[in-house]
């Protein structure tokens, strides 16, 4: 009988695109995945600790697999993910009964879990492991880690000092995705544009995704999540001309004072954001652009976060991601900064931004009612509807029965803040 595996995950698409490879590999040994961990074998808990809303999250998750594990000690469990690191020894304490904890795409101690492997996987990146694909679209990490050390961020702490990965094991790793139906790729980075700067001949993004656009099947090629320092002219540049480009940017600001940004060691002032804003608009006048932004930072005023409103005002972000801040242990902030902003005020403050983001999005998502847009259908909702995205990111929810994976033309008759719905301009055309 076959070993069962459960893969649990919270957090970024990092970790999604980790727990893809990992289940990848666990099926080149020959297992099964189950949808419960209490039919499983082995369960892995795939952990984020960027927000202590997701580190709650797993900690629930630890505490029904504990029950599992002392009702049939032969389970194997591991922990994975940016939890694992400097905590370790705590979370060790805390969770006797874990086998096994890994820091992020360190799979080998949990494979050997599962057996002694019978095959070289190719040491960290696994080039010759690719995830099955169960859809029309799918993450590609291509640069691990981060060099950026802000204040709050646990990240570079956790999954450890940018490293590119090599343009051709990239192009093999989409063109096998392309091979397996998938039409559209999201290439993945803390810092998606630091690609390619520790690489012989130091490509840059716009080079891979020059390289990408030459795979035949690939219609569609997204990036997250950028950093306005790293985002050069000539990356920009590549977004414009390349039609396969999707132009939509997450682009996160953090904050809208200079003395905030500069205590949270972004890197950048609040004019030299706006200017790279204006950069993108120039270029792609319609692109979509998505922010973050963390409220109750240290030290935070009144004032301060008022700075943060107007600059959404003025930049009028097609999506806004809301957080308040909360002290991730081992970071610059929580060693250096008492969290002094109350937690009425950090929600109070949190609301407001939420309320400016729903006018706006709203306002801007009113404007495409009456166009056509061409989506990829990317799967079907709860409510049995097709549903798929612009090339500037907007979601759009479709009226009637329509392939998943096809890329139609829709005419979008209803905005709502959050999302489009569309009917199809031809229901027997389909643009492939």
């Keep these: 009988m076959k070993e069962r595996y459960f893969l649990w995950t919270v957090g970024c698409q990092m970790n999604i695109a980790d727990s893809e490879k990992l289940a990848a590999g666990f099926e080149r040994l020959g297992m099964e995945s189950v949808s419960a961990a209490e039919g499983a074998d082995i369960v892995v808990i ?50 006797p009964f874990v086998d096994v904890f890994a820091p992020p795409q360190q799979f080998k101690s ?16 696994w080039p010759a492991t690719f995830a099955v694909p169960e859809g029309p679209t799918a993450f590609v990490p291509v640069v691990h880690g981060c060099d950026k050390f802000c204040t709050y961020c646990i990240v570079p702490y ?35 544009e630091a690609y390619g700067h520790d690489l012989q001949g130091t490509p840059d993004l716009g080079d891979l995704m020059r390289e990408l656009s030459s795979i035949e099947h690939l219609s569609r090629i997204r990036f997250l999540t950028s950093y306005p320092k790293d985002m050069t002219s000539r990356i920009l540049e590549a977004v414009a001309e390349l039609p396969k ?110 309320a400016v983001e729903e006018r706006i999005s709203l306002e801007l998502n009113e404007a495409y009612l009456g166009t056509v847009e061409i989506i990829l259908v990317e799967g079907i909702n709860k409510r049995g509807q097709p549903y798929g995205r612009t090339r500037t990111g907007k979601l759009v929810n479709v009226d009637t029965a329509a392939r998943v994976g096809s890329l139609i033309d829709v005419s979008i008759n209803h905005a709502g803040p959050f999302a489009l719905r569309g009917a199809p301009v031809d229901s027997l055309a389909v643009v492939t």
């Design 46 to 95: 795939n952990t984020c600790s960027v927000r202590q809303h997701a580190e709650d999250r797993a900690y629930s998750q630890l505490g029904r697999i504990r029950l599992l594990k002392e009702a049939r000690p032969s389970l194997k469990v591991a922990v994975m993910g940016c939890m694992v690191g400097m905590r370790t020894r705590d979370l060790e304490r805390r969770f």
């Design 110 to 125: 949990i494979m050997e879990l599962v057996e002694e492997p019978m095959e070289d996987f190719g040491g960290e990146f």
């Design 158 to 192: 956790r999954r450890g000092r940018e490293r590119s990965r090599p343009v051709d094991e990239i192009v093999r790793e989409v063109s096998y995705l392309t091979a397996n139906d998938v039409r559209e790729v999201t290439l993945l980075g803390q810092t998606v």
């Design 245 to 354: 480009v999707m132009e939509c940017f997450s682009l996160p600001v953090q904050a809208g004072s200079d003395a905030v940004l500069q205590s949270m060691r972004r890197g950048y002032s609040k004019t030299e954001y706006i200017e790279k804003v204006r950069e993108v608009r120039t270029l792609m006048p319609n692109a979509g652009i998505t922010t973050d932004v963390i409220v109750g930072y240290p030290g935070e005023t009144d004032d301060q976060f008022g700075e943060t409103l107007q600059l959404l005002e003025d930049l009028r972000f097609d999506k806004v991601h809301t957080a308040a801040y909360s002290a991730r242990p081992g970071t610059i902030a929580d060693r250096k900064f008492p969290d002094d902003v109350p937690t009425d005020v950090k929600s109070e403050r949190l609301h407001r931004v939420q």
